[in-house]
């Protein structure tokens, strides 16, 4: 048995800020890492810091620009028990997209579309949340209860399987 780490974040960024407005939720980001001190974090967000035009697929490193720039940002993180096969599934989707990242873009039209409930989706487009409940749910880790589209970031803190292991300031974290 491995481990994987899914994290539910707010990070005070005018965007997060607009997010949590409509959800009415404390956290507006999800990602997941792969190791137990959360140091990369693979999600759908800025690819650069500075720069919310130029968004897809991205890895935050909890020393690197993003996390020095938002060290406010605060966290809750999740461990969740998984087979040797869903994270090597887990992580074969990570690298598959890590490679190819160009083609990966945020979905800032399937913003509103969700918010209004609509299922339109643009190929190779995900907002954070749906991304790694698609991750989830092709690793055959968990099925939720609706498309995995329609996923909100407070979806994931009523998963049965996870194990609450911290909640606090990201940069305190291990």
């Keep these: 048995m491995k481990k994987i780490y899914v994290l539910l974040m707010q990070t005070f960024t005018v965007p997060a800020q607009i997010i949590k407005v409509f959800t009415l ?7 997941i890492s792969l190791s137990s001190d959360c140091d990369i974090i693979y999600s759908f967000g800025r690819r650069k810091w500075n720069s919310i035009l ?7 490193h909890k020393d690197g620009d993003f996390f020095k720039n938002f060290k406010d940002t605060t966290c809750r993180i999740y461990e969740v028990e998984v ?25 800032y039209f399937g913003l509103i579309t ?3 409930r609509i299922p339109f989706r643009v ?13 989830l749910k092709k690793a055959g880790i968990y ?3 609706k498309e995995v589209f329609f996923v909100q970031p407070k979806d994931f803190e009523k998963i049965h399987i996870f194990k609450e292991i911290y909640t606090g300031k990201f940069l305190s974290y291990k």
């Design 25 to 31: 939720y404390k956290y507006s980001h999800v990602g």
């Design 54 to 60: 130029n968004s897809g697929f991205s890895m935050e």
């Design 83 to 107: 087979s040797d096969d869903q994270y090597k599934i887990v992580k074969d989707i990570l690298e598959q997209m890590q490679e190819n990242q160009d083609y990966y873009k945020y979905d």
């Design 114 to 116: 969700r918010y209004f």
């Design 123 to 135: 190929k190779n487009r995900y907002v954070c949340s749906y991304f790694v409940a698609s991750v």
């Design 143 to 145: 099925d939720f209860s």
